[in-house]
Nanobody
Framework: QVQLVESGGGLVQAGGALRLSCAASGTTVGINAMGWYRQAPGKQRELVASITSGGGTNYADSVKGRFTISRDNAKNTVYLQMNSLKPEDTGVYSC?????????WGQGTQVTVSS
């Protein structure tokens, strides 16, 4: 079992910044990619950013240049630094860990960007 605990969400004005954290615990051996997904009201969940254990990153086009994903493998923690936030970034942000044979999900943290 892997447990993912997210933190750092909240309410921010457009143009502001937030930093999300996701700490993995339990049987974390074999976790490769970790990432952040978001789901806005009435929309499907989408990938925001992901990072492999080797540091390779992938971003949604809508967040490139504004968001940065990073990872501390020793702490089994992944971070998402979100700058220049826009109202369309509003949603529930969920952490994901790919352990090869299955995915694990956190409970999600709400990010609300006011205009």
């Amino acid at each position: 079992q892997v447990q993912l605990v997210e933190s750092g969400g909240g309410l921010v004005q457009a143009g502001g910044a937030l930093r999300l954290s996701c700490a993995a615990s339990g049987t974390t051996v074999g976790i490769n990619a970790m990432g952040w997904y978001r789901q806005a009201p009435g929309k499907q969940r989408e990938l925001v950013a992901s990072i492999t254990s080797g540091g390779g990153t992938n971003y949604a086009d809508s967040v490139k240049g504004r968001f940065t994903i990073s990872r501390d493998n020793a702490k089994n923690t992944v971070y998402l630094q979100m700058n220049s936030l826009k109202p369309e970034d509003t949603g529930v942000y969920s952490c994901n860990a790919d352990q090869g044979w299955r995915d694990w999900w956190g409970q999600g943290t709400q990010v609300t960007v006011s205009s």
